[in-house]
């Protein structure tokens, strides 16, 4: 329920919240319980809301905690019609140790990730397309450098403005060949050693 009031969306799920009012803009949860029910039946306080109000654009709704604040949609959001008639409730969870640590181990990598080679085939596949992308990149970057020199102050200040900048993409290429590259040699090295 809270997670569908966070997001927005225009889907009523039931179920039974266990807690307590900790003041008029805050409650304590406990527990939640699903209901087997679901709708698309606007919450009271949204069903009295003038409609010209909405067609106008107008914001109705108002807030007097101090606390909280509405946060206002992205255009992109308003776009696609979400986030227009509902809250963006402020949700926060309080975690003891044993939680705290079980969700920083939950995508936590191994040693032995290190270790594990890729298929040898993709990385050739891998390796073959970035080689072919730092090749027209280096094109581009020569183009660019020889463009450079009849271009004046004010236009190179402006030259890479809505343009992908050939410099960086490429030091981000040779940068991501090497390391792919290296990991996958030390680890096939290793392996050979180690299972001799």
Same mark, same amino acid.
């Given at each position: 329920?809270?997670?569908?009031?966070? @997001?927005?969306?225009?889907?009523? &799920?039931?179920?039974?919240?266990?807690?307590?009012?900790?003041?008029?803009?805050?409650?304590?949860?406990?527990?939640?319980?699903?209901?087997?029910?679901?709708?698309?039946?606007?919450?009271?306080?949204?069903?009295?809301?003038?409609?010209?109000?909405?067609?106008?654009?107008?914001?109705?709704?108002?807030?007097? +905690?101090?606390?909280?604040?509405?946060?206002?949609?992205?255009?992109? @959001?308003?776009?696609?019609?979400?986030?227009?008639?509902?809250? +963006? #409730?402020?949700?926060?969870?309080?975690?003891?140790?044993? !939680?705290? /640590?079980?969700?920083?181990?939950?995508?936590? *990598? +191994?040693?032995? $990730?290190?270790?594990?080679?890729?298929?040898?085939?993709?990385?050739? =596949?891998?390796?073959?397309? &970035?080689?072919?992308?730092?090749? $027209?990149? @280096? /094109?581009?970057?020569?183009? @660019?450098?020889? $463009?450079?020199?009849?271009?004046?102050?004010?236009?190179?200040? #402006? =030259?890479?403005?809505?343009?992908?900048?050939? =410099?960086?993409?490429? !030091? $981000?290429? &040779?940068?991501?060949?090497?390391?792919?590259? #290296?990991?996958?040699?030390?680890?096939?090295?290793?392996?050979?050693?180690?299972? *001799?």
């Amino acid at each position: 329920m809270l997670k569908h009031g966070r @997001a927005g969306v225009p889907m009523e &799920v039931m179920g039974l919240m266990l807690g307590e009012f900790v003041d008029d803009y805050t409650v304590r949860v406990i527990d939640v319980f699903a209901m087997p029910q679901s709708g698309t039946v606007v919450i009271d306080a949204f069903r009295l809301i003038n409609a010209n109000m909405m067609v106008l654009g107008h914001e109705p709704r108002q807030t007097t +905690s101090n606390l909280g604040h509405l946060n206002k949609p992205s255009i992109q @959001a308003l776009i696609h019609g979400l986030n227009r008639h509902y809250y +963006s #409730i402020t949700i926060n969870y309080r975690k003891n140790e044993l !939680e705290q /640590k079980m969700l920083l181990n939950l995508h936590k *990598k +191994s040693w032995m $990730e290190g270790l594990t080679l890729q298929d040898y085939s993709e990385h050739c =596949k891998l390796n073959e397309t &970035v080689v072919k992308e730092m090749l $027209e990149l @280096a /094109k581009n970057y020569n183009k @660019a450098v020889e $463009e450079e020199d009849k271009m004046t102050p004010e236009q190179l200040a #402006i =030259k890479n403005v809505g343009k992908q900048d050939p =410099k960086r993409h490429l !030091e $981000e290429h &040779v940068d991501v060949l090497m390391t792919s590259n #290296i990991v996958q040699c030390l680890a096939a090295m290793l392996d050979t050693v180690v299972f *001799k």
